[in-house]
Structures are given as C-alpha cells and as structure tokens.
C-alpha cells in the first residue's frame, strides 16, 4: 500500500526559507520517480520538481534557481529546500511519486509566505 506523508509546512516570512519533507512507504524509492506539486485556491494542481531515482532533478521555471529537491532512498525520503520564498509559493505541497502507470500524491502540507 503507497503512502506519502509530508511534513515541514508553516509560515514564512518573504524571503525565508523552508524545508519540506515526505516519507514514502509502498515505494522501492531506489527505482521510482519522486517529486512534489502545489496548488494554490483557485488554481490547478501544477508540478514544482521531480527527481530521478539517480537523483537527476528537474524543477518548473518558477522556482528554478530557489528549490532545491533530493532524495535518499536508504530513508525512502523525499526533500524539498525551498529558499527565497515569495508570496506566490503559498499553496498546499503534495508530495508525488509515480510508480510505473500509477501516480501517487500525499496528504499535502500548508506552505505560507506572508509578512
């Protein structure tokens, strides 16, 4: 049985930093795609970085240069190190793993940049 469980969200001042991270249990993390979406009120669910099981990352134009993601697969844990946060990263984080046709999303975890 998969199952995604984040934690690390809060409230962060603009410019902070934060550090998100989900456990993933059901995964051979060693050999599956890990990665993390947001998604903001009215907006639709978009993909923020992925992460090869080599540990190749890929991340979406708008935080290219600001997040940074890794993984460690003895821990089957993914992270994502966010810095210089603005007030358009609020969202809800999910945490995502795609395991070959089946794609995964956790609970999700409240990220706030506000002064």
């Known amino acids: 049985q998969v199952q995604l469980v984040e934690s690390g969200g809060g409230l962060v001042q603009p410019g902070g930093s934060l550090r998100l991270s989900c456990v993933a249990s059901?995964?051979?993390?060693?050999?599956?795609?890990l990665g993390w979406y947001r998604q903001a009120p009215g907006k639709q669910r978009e993909l923020v970085a992925t992460i090869t099981p080599g540990g190749s990352p890929n991340y979406a134009d708008s935080v290219k240069g600001r997040f940074t993601i890794s993984r460690d697969n003895t821990k089957n844990t993914v992270y994502l190190q966010m810095t210089s946060l603005k007030p358009e990263d609020t969202a809800t984080y999910y945490c995502?793993?795609?395991?070959?046709?089946?794609?995964?999303w956790g609970q999700g975890t409240q990220v706030t940049i506000s002064s």
């Open positions: 995502y793993a795609k395991l070959t046709i089946w794609n995964y």
């Open positions: 059901g995964i051979r993390s060693r050999s599956n795609i």
